[in-house]
């Protein structure tokens, strides 16, 4: 018994040696500690969500240029086909609606 209550008186020796802030100082680092982990991940989560942003609006963007591009093939298509008919008429010597203004000089 005489060895457990000197160990006992040892470590209440230790205990009287600690500063009175020890355990508070401990506190402030571990709550330090989460406060930092919690900025960590609302800036992961705000890296994220930009992330997925940029990629919504890249499709949309996408999404726009696709129409735009079928409407230019549409009407390249048509002036394709305008031109191909002005040269027909071309060639055959057809007479346009201006010609007759023509035949006077």
Known sequence: MR???AVAACA??????????YGARRDARVTT???????A????AEAVWRARQGLRSAQ???????VVAIAAKDLLNQRL???AALQQRVVAGGESGHQ???RGR
Request: net charge negative; charged share 30%; aromatic share 2%.
């Open 3 to 5: 060895k457990l209550c």
């Open 12 to 21: 209440d020796a230790r205990a009287a040696d600690l500063p009175l802030g």
């Open 33 to 39: 500690a989460d406060v930092d982990v919690a900025k």
């Open 41 to 44: 991940r609302a800036d992961l």
């Open 60 to 66: 949309a963007h996408l999404a726009d240029a696709r």
């Open 81 to 83: 086909a305008l031109e």
């Open 100 to 102: 007759h203004l023509w």
